[in-house]
């Protein structure tokens, strides 16, 4: 287990979704299952990463492009989950919290007559202000401070805890073993995103144990 994936853990609650008719309850993942997590997110960094090369080697000339592109698969084909670039994310814990900004959340999100703890609304606020779904703005004039200052944590934390095909693919990685299939808990998730988010924690939390960081 990177120190990369240990970071994004931390244990002990019991979260249950339906998903295509089926009972789907939070449980945490193996060192197997965390490592497919880390080498599918490196997989789909990389392919991102040689797709802006791909796309703009028929511009430079005499066939440059294409060496260049070619000898960055050469050297893509080498890196795993240590070398992909840190992320820079909002510390959930400095979030200021604020009754207008806990009703802003819920609308952005779709939260309706839900109790949530103030420990999750803002682990909520963090990753929407990550995803850009919340300016910075917009978080002023909701709480009168500034957003607290990013924090730098690696790219797979990043990955499942604010991004989106991140944090659907450890979901389906949890529920898989109930025979369900990717695309079933992304039509479960789909105009769910605290759900989604608050799932993707509560794996991460149980999982700590696995990674050695509980």
Avoid at 67 to 84: H, I, T, Y
Avoid at 106 to 112: D, R, T
Avoid at 122 to 150: H, I, N, W
Avoid at 190 to 212: D, F, H, K, N
């Amino acid at each position: 287990m990177s120190e990369a994936m240990a970071r994004a853990l931390g244990a002990s609650g019991t979260l249950t979704v339906t998903i295509a008719g089926k009972e789907c309850t939070v449980r945490p993942l193996g060192m197997k299952e965390l490592a497919e997590v880390e080498r599918d997110c490196a997989e789909r960094w990389k392919r991102a990463y040689l797709k802006t090369y791909a796309d703009t080697a028929d511009m430079r000339p005499d066939g440059k492009g294409w060496e260049l592109f070619e000898r960055k698969v050469d050297e893509v084909a080498k890196w795993d989950a240590e070398d992909l670039p840190p992320k820079w994310v909002n510390d959930p814990d400095r979030i200021v919290l604020t009754p207008v900004l806990k009703a802003r959340l819920a609308e952005l999100l779709g939260i309706e007559g839900e109790e949530k703890t103030d420990a999750k609304w803002r682990r909520l606020a963090s990753v929407v202000l990550d995803q850009g779904m919340l300016t910075e703005k917009e978080y002023f004039e909701l709480t009168g401070e500034k957003p607290p200052a990013k924090q730098r944590i690696g790219y797979v934390n990043w990955w499942i805890n604010s991004d989106y095909d991140g944090m659907l693919t450890f979901t389906w990685t949890c529920f898989r073993h109930c025979g369900v299939t990717r695309e079933q808990v992304a039509d479960a998730m789909r105009g769910r995103p605290s759900l989604l988010m608050e799932v993707t924690q509560e794996i991460a939390r149980l999982s700590a144990p696995q990674s050695g960081n509980g």
